[in-house]
Antibody, heavy 123, light 107 residues
Framework: EVQLLESGGGLIQPGGSLRLSCAAS????????MSWVRQAPGKGLEWVSI???????YYASSVKGRFTISGDNSKNTLFLQMNSLRAEDTAVYYC?????????????????WGQGTLVTVSS | EIVLTQSPATLSLSPGERATLSCRAS??????LAWYQQKPGQAPRLLIY???NRATGIPARFSGSGSGTDFTLTISSLEPEDFAVYYC??????????FGGGTRVEI
């Protein structure tokens, strides 16, 4: 059974930094396409970033240059380093893995999700 | 950026009724569209991918149709556990991957 467990959220002042973690079990982070998706309080879903199995990374324009997605093979953990945080970054952050079926993986459809971690950017 | 517009914003129905949810794309996404279900306090759940394929373990009462710019999620007979918010998501042109604003299905 695949489980994703996010941590690292909290209250941070504007301009500050946080690093979110997503510890995986039942799948190998480095062998999967892994994403971060966020949801502002009472709002819809917003894709943030994805890392491909080959290491390529992509970002939403709203976070590009401020956020960095990465993985640690030894810990089987996905990270999101968030710098220069803004009030509009306040959200629950979910990590998610790609949907795979019948030997085919769809990197940009999100199958397994964590429970989310809340990031609040406020002074 | 491809914008997805979902309608209606809220759908008020009773158990056993049929639910029809719409998602319209600002430009063609061919069949590169998924549907998710989200219940309060929970993470989203993938229901449909590539417009009409049910994800693993999804009940047959959920079906997706459409291509190009107009898509539909149909729940043939609502079960009590189906009352939730539903989102569509496109992967045709990205970044960014984009989601619709959601449709709430309520009793």
């Amino acid at each position: 059974e695949v489980q994703l467990l996010e941590s690292g959220g909290g209250l941070i002042q504007p301009g500050g930094s946080l690093r979110l973690s997503c510890a995986a079990s039942g799948l190998t982070v480095s062998d999967n396409y892994m994403s971060w998706v966020r949801q502002a309080p009472g709002k819809g879903l917003e894709w943030v970033s994805i890392v491909y199995t080959g290491g390529a990374t992509y970002y939403a324009s709203s976070v590009k240059g401020r956020f960095t997605i990465s993985g640690d093979n030894s810990k089987n953990t996905l990270f999101l380093q968030m710098n220069s945080l803004r009030a509009e970054d306040t959200a629950v952050y979910y990590c998610a893995s790609a949907y795979c079926s019948g030997g085919t993986c769809y990197p940009t459809y999100f199958h397994h999700w964590g429970q989310g971690t809340l990031v609040t950017v406020s002074s | 950026e491809i914008v997805l517009t979902q309608s209606p914003a809220t759908l008020s129905l009773s158990p056993g009724e049929r639910a029809t949810l719409s998602c319209r794309a600002s430009q063609s996404v061919r069949s590169n569209l998924a549907w998710y279900q989200q219940k309060p306090g929970q993470a989203p759940r993938l229901l449909i991918y590539d417009a009409s394929n049910r994800a693993t373990g999804i009940p047959a009462r959920f079906s997706g149709s459409g291509s190009g710019t107009d898509f539909t999620l149909t729940i043939s007979s609502l079960e009590p556990e189906d009352f939730a918010v539903y989102y569509c998501q496109q992967r045709k042109e990205w970044p960014p991957l984009t989601f619709g604003g959601g449709t709430r299905v309520e009793i």
